[in-house]
């Protein structure tokens, strides 16, 4: 289907993948999510959700992550929400704490320029701290040392549609490195540099540019609908990564590190305000085999404002195809098209 409408196909069991139903064994995997103790309520809601829709039929063990102990409540509660293992880490300090070479005063010098062009969050120290964390150092923590597959979940998603296969045995049985269910443009002025750092580092790497990457699609330049503007050579579709199913050997790669610790040293995630979910795409779109990225189109889903919603009687609780309930012109952030006439099916 590649006019990119997820309603316009009728999505059979998986796409015809059979194995991994429930009862056989599980793989290296584990759903994780960073979270706040004030957030249990809206971790029980995506908790109860997945669990009813997948995870009840394989158990795989949800991990929670937290800058500060989780609460006591907050562990009995959501360890009454799932019949699997769950852990609960603390993030080490110098993987939260803002880096030493990020200047407090151009920080805050730079909050206003963002602020001037309305970008969400500008002021919040503490989201900048999470898209960097969520881009260049989860996958470093010790509790997923020897773990390969992660399942991204935040609070208050939800999951609509019964998914009777194992998505992580489906990634590793074909070799997948990243899934995803949404793709947005993003707000150009929150990333004008991101770009140019990248193509800094592609420069000084050019030998890490996979030859089937999808450059074209990350530097797609025809006219938006929203913003108009390319972030300086970069188009801004991105994965939306609060949902994200991957393999974490991709972000352990040294080609990533280096990436990562590049864009790091920049600066730009306390300076601009880089999402993980553009650091992620970018990687993925450069150094990795553009088919081994892969639509969950079957993956029911909605993180406010944005709905993946298949065309399937395993599905309740959502419109078939429809991407949004807010305001009309957000249909035009969605991007899967792009990813569809560039890259295929995945
Ligand atoms: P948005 O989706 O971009 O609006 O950002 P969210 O507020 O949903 O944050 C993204 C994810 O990071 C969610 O899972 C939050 O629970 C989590 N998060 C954000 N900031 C913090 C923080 O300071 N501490 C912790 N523990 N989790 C955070
Ligand atoms: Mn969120």
């Known amino acids: 289907d590649p006019s990119g409408e997820p309603g316009g196909i009728l999505v059979r ?36 959700d997945l669990e009813r829709t997948w995870n ?33 880490e603390l993030i080490p300090k110098e993987h939260w704490d803002t ?43 010790p509790a997923l040392e020897h773990v390969r597959y992660y399942w991204r979940v935040e609070p208050n998603v939800h999951f609509f549609c019964d998914i009777d296969y194992d998505v992580f045995r489906y990634m590793q049985d074909n070799n997948k490195t990243y899934g995803f269910t949404i793709t947005l443009y993003d707000a150009p002025k929150s990333i004008p ?7 800094k580092f592609i420069a000084q790497h050019p030998e890490y540019l996979h030859p089937n990457n999808a450059m074209a699609w990350l530097t797609d330049a025809q006219r938006r609908p929203v913003h108009n503007e390319q972030a300086n050579g970069y188009s801004t579709c991105h994965f939306w990564s609060n949902f994200e199913i991957g393999d974490m050997d991709f972000w352990r790669s040294q080609t990533y590190e280096d990436y990562f610790n590049h864009l790091d040293r920049a600066g730009g995630f306390f300076y601009e305000r880089w999402g993980d979910a553009p650091v992620h795409s970018i990687a ?44 009309a012109w957000l249909n035009k952030e969605d991007c899967r098209p792009n990813w569809f006439k560039y890259v295929g099916m995945g």
């Open 13 to 48: 069991a998986s796409d015809g993948y059979a194995p991994g139903i429930a009862g056989t064994e599980r793989i290296n995997a584990t759903i994780l999510a960073l979270v706040r103790n004030e957030e249990l309520e809206g971790m029980l809601q995506s908790m109860q």
């Open 56 to 88: 009840h039929k394989f158990n795989y063990p949800w991990t929670f992550f937290n800058d500060v102990p989780f609460s006591e409540e907050f562990k009995r509660k959501t360890r009454a929400a799932t019949k699997a293992e769950t852990r609960y």
């Open 99 to 141: 880096p030493s070479w990020i200047s407090d005063d151009l920080y805050k010098e730079s909050v206003k320029i963002l602020e001037e062009n309305e970008i969400q969050y500008a002021d919040k120290i503490s989201y900048h701290k999470m898209c960097r964390w969520n881009s260049g150092l989860f996958y470093k923590h």
């Open 193 to 199: 540099t991101l770009w140019p750092e990248t193509a």
């Open 284 to 327: 993925l779109g450069l150094f990795e085999d553009r088919s081994k990225i892969h639509w969950f189109r079957d993956i029911g889903y909605q993180h406010i404002p944005f709905f993946n919603c298949p065309n399937s009687d395993k599905c309740k609780g959502c419109i078939t195809g429809r991407f949004t309930d807010g305001e």
